[in-house]
């Protein structure tokens, strides 16, 4: 089955940095990665997604990167506000026996420092 | 709308016992997942469903673990025999039929079962 990793699993940014989290998978047939962030106490909501016949996604201040040869994809943070403080789960999904199969990532705790 | 519900919000067992959780997908959802997450991890695959049939139970950890949807709606996870190890947030999905294409996953907020 598929094997997601992510890295690192804590991270401390000063508001106004960069953060970045990365993230690989094992299985080729993945083709969807979402990523969710997950506040203390809440549900996981979907903040950016790619799909596997696009290298790049931005969306205002956090972006997704792919690469397929390399089964590695990124998101980037950029301008971090303390508001951006939670846990980052990647995903990786792929379609078998009609529907989109989900593996996450072991999640990111972003602390975004005032 | 409304979002995914589900209840108890928490949920306190003592071992041994049955428990039962709802979940309560977005009306005309017709893909409802049904996910583990323990302590600092991420959400752990159990079961999906399309309509009433659950097409995929292989994250199913044993079989004291049970789910039904029998109106294609509503869904109950249910665990016999509860060991403190099964203590998690269980976590339920739902999303547009997935088939024709990427379906966001909307998740709800969860139940958290504690066994003692």
């Known amino acids: 089955g598929e094997n997601v990793e992510q890295h690192p699993s804590t991270l401390s940014v000063q508001e106004g940095d960069s953060a970045v989290i990365k993230c690989t998978y094992s299985?080729?047939?993945?083709?969807?990665f979402p990523w969710y962030k997950q506040e203390l106490g809440k549900r996981p909501q979907l903040i950016i997604d790619?799909?596997?016949?696009?290298g790049e996604k931005k969306d205002q201040r956090i972006a997704v990167t792919l690469n397929k040869t390399a089964k590695h994809f990124s998101l980037h943070i950029t301008e971090t506000q303390p508001e951006d403080s939670a846990v980052y789960f990647c995903?990786?999904?792929?379609?078998?026996?009609?529907?989109?199969?989900?593996?996450f990532g072991t999640g990111t705790k972003l602390q975004v420092i005032p | 709308g409304a979002g995914v519900s589900q209840t108890p919000s928490n949920k306190v067992t003592e071992k041994g016992k049955y428990v039962e959780l709802r979940c309560d997908p977005i009306s005309g959802h017709t893909a409802l997942y049904w996910y583990r997450q323990s302590l600092g991890q991420g959400p752990e695959f159990l079961i999906y469903?399309?309509?009433?049939?659950?097409?995929?139970d292989s994250g199913l950890p044993n079989d004291r673990f049970f789910a039904v949807r029998p109106e294609g709606s509503v869904s109950t996870l249910k665990i016999q025999r509860t060991e403190r190890g099964d203590s998690a947030v269980y976590l339920c999905?739902?999303?547009?039929?997935?088939?024709?294409?990427?379906?966001?996953?909307?998740f709800g907020p969860g139940t958290r079962l504690t066994v003692l």
């Open positions: 299985d080729s047939a993945s083709n969807y």
């Open positions: 790619i799909r596997s016949n696009v």
């Open positions: 469903f399309q309509g009433t049939g659950a097409a995929d």
């Open positions: 999905a739902s999303s547009l039929s997935p088939r024709s294409s990427y379906n966001e996953q909307f």
């Open positions: 995903a990786a999904s792929r379609y078998s026996g009609g529907y989109q199969k989900v593996t």
